[in-house]
């Protein structure tokens, strides 16, 4: 899949959640607020949130997706990293006010000033939950068509959404049995699932951008694909890693020392753009040539 497919992947899924999000942070905010219900009011707010975080999403993939030039000869994936990082802070940034906002209210006591949720509420953190499941799978099924790393970290923070919204519901439940304290404590719950989902996505951007190899499933791919070439006797040395949401490939093979170039040259290149067309997430190999001496292996054998 060509860059530019991936890119229009990923902005169809974002643009379908920010409208989702849009229309969800408006049901939620005018639900917490006739149904009385502070958790569902920070609820909203991680929704708006959300609209913000998928629009930081575009404008990385957008930029990651522009082809190489002479300022960035190796293409711009990491611009994606970059933005997954921004949404991790958006994200931490949000759970530490709404955490702050329920233990101000413990500990100041305003709690007990808060009105008794509506039933309204309680439909409305349910539908939240729902949609935000919903949205979890749709844009997470996307990100791993594609493998953007930041559309996955969208897909988890639509995720969060749903979890908070579970705090959400929970808070309604003991407004409505009476238990005022409950609405409080949903916040801090619902700070607690969204620092971990930023610390995850941020955690997963930063391996991604300091060339970590690419996972072991894939590496082992890899090898045995290099292995079946014809020509090839050994894989004397392999080493992968991640720009961005895509691989890099270095490898030493070793062919027979007697060969002629051309015929060690074309060997190479079936290995290169075998592995390229193989493994869609490589966007480049380098093989280098090594003469396998038989004699000497054999030695080594006995």
Known sequence: MQNSDLEKTAVKVS??????NAALMVFKLLAGIFGKSYALISDAVHSASDVFSTVIVIIGVKISAKKADKNHPFGHERFECVAAILL???LFATGIGIGYS???NIV???YKNFSVPGVVAL???AVSIVVKEGMFWYTYIA???INSSALKADAWHHRSDALSSIGSLVGVIG???GVKILDSIACIVICLFILKAAIQIFWDAIKKMTDEACDEDTEIG???YIQSCEGVLRIDKMLTRMFGNRIYVIVEIACNRDLPLYEAHEIAENVHKGIEEKFKTVKHVTVHVNPYNFEKSESDDI
């Open 15 to 20: 643009i379908i959640t920010i409208l989702m």
């Open 88 to 90: 991790a802070v958006v």
């Open 102 to 104: 329920g233990i101000s």
């Open 108 to 110: 100041t006591g305003e």
């Open 123 to 125: 439909i409305a953190a």
């Open 143 to 145: 990100a791993k068509k």
């Open 175 to 177: 407004g409505l049995c």
């Open 222 to 224: 890899i090898r045995e």
